[in-house]
């Protein structure tokens, strides 16, 4: 009987020791990740950071959204981050380079990484500028606003990563049209982003 007993509990050490952890499962990054997951446009419906003061700058955009596009037969991606902050639309552009689960900026040195969702039209992005040391959470969807569970789904992946603070977008504000500038002397991201990581 001893024995069965001892038997009994190292299957179950070893089981407990296996078994993913609710947060594993929670950031664990996308398979598969190709242009066409992303593709098109995804409006801003809630952020998370590292950084309180990112937040508060966060706070006075009205409206986001992120647009991918692929205009030439090269692997890169055109990224845009398109905010709507007082009435005046601002873009800002780089290109990334599609990377397992997720993007890379060169120009940078930062990664996005695109984690599971049970959301079916939403994405999570997870930026990082030093590996392990996640700097902000992204939650875009084709829809406005999602549901109490998806975003509550959210949160806990941002708490999992350390990430407690939230701001959620109002859906409501008006979005900023997608608009793709050509001008060389155009804010991109690679301008604007570096005064804030």
């Not at 552009?93 to 599609?98: E, G, R, S, V, Y």
């Not at 969702?117 to 999602?146: E, H, M, N, T, W």
């Not at 409501?172 to 804010?187: F, V």
Request: proline content about 6%; overall charge negative; aromatic content about 8%.
């Amino acid at each position: 009987m001893f024995a069965l007993c001892v038997i009994v509990l190292c299957c179950w050490a070893s089981v407990s020791h296996s078994a993913p952890t609710p947060c594993e499962n929670l950031i664990r990054p996308v398979e598969s990740l190709s242009f066409h997951d992303v593709k098109g446009s995804w409006a801003l419906v809630s952020v998370s950071a590292a950084d309180p003061n990112y937040l508060e700058k966060q706070k006075l955009s009205d409206s986001g959204r992120a647009f991918f596009a692929n205009y030439t037969d090269r692997p890169e991606i055109s990224f845009t981050r398109i905010s709507n902050v007082g009435d005046s639309c601002q873009y800002m552009q780089t290109n990334i380079t599609l990377e397992g689960s997720g993007f890379v900026d060169p120009q940078l040195n930062i990664t996005m990484t695109l984690l599971r969702r049970s959301c079916p039209d939403c994405i999570v992005v997870r930026l990082d500028k030093i590996p392990g040391q996640p700097l902000r959470l992204y939650l875009f969807s084709k829809r406005r606003a999602v549901e109490a569970k998806e975003m509550e789904e959210f949160k806990a992946q941002a708490e999992c990563l350390s990430l407690s603070e939230h701001h959620v977008m109002d859906p409501t504000k008006e979005l900023c049209p997608e608009q793709i500038s050509r001008h060389a002397d155009a804010p991109t991201e690679a301008t604007t982003e570096a005064q804030k990581v």
